[in-house]
């Protein structure tokens, strides 16, 4: 079982549990431990995300893990959440979309995220 900490949790609204992943801050090596970590929790777990992408970049090495991670866990889940997308970040995501086919979309705020997540 994965470890959960206050960047790695699972959370529950309107009845249904969520992966919140907050990479709010962290540098290139943290988000790539993180990643790593929510992964195996979706793996375990078979859970939609909501992760929180404000104050960070998106660094080669993290896309390397990012691409990993959105291979791995495409057939296991069906929706992903994504706040803290700039105008870089979101030429990044249309990329992911348009490569791999899933179902993340990103929300100016955490509300309209869990309400895409949970209807």
Request: no cysteine; aromatic share 10%; charged share 30%.
């Amino acid at each position: 079982m994965v470890v959960m900490t206050d960047r790695l949790r699972i959370e529950r609204y309107n009845n249904k549990d969520i992966i919140f992943v907050d990479y709010r801050g962290l540098k290139e090596k943290e988000m790539i431990e993180l990643v790593m970590r929510h992964q195996k929790l979706t793996e375990e777990t078979r859970l939609p995300f909501l992760a929180d992408f404000h104050e960070t970049f998106a660094t080669p090495g993290y896309m390397l893990h990012a691409k990993e991670f959105v291979k791995a866990t495409r057939p296991l889940i069906n929706k992903g959440a994504l706040l803290g997308i700039d105008i870089v970040k979101a030429w990044i995501l249309k990329g992911i979309l348009l490569t791999y086919g899933v179902n993340y979309k990103s929300f100016p705020s955490k509300e309209d995220a869990i309400e895409f997540l949970t209807e």
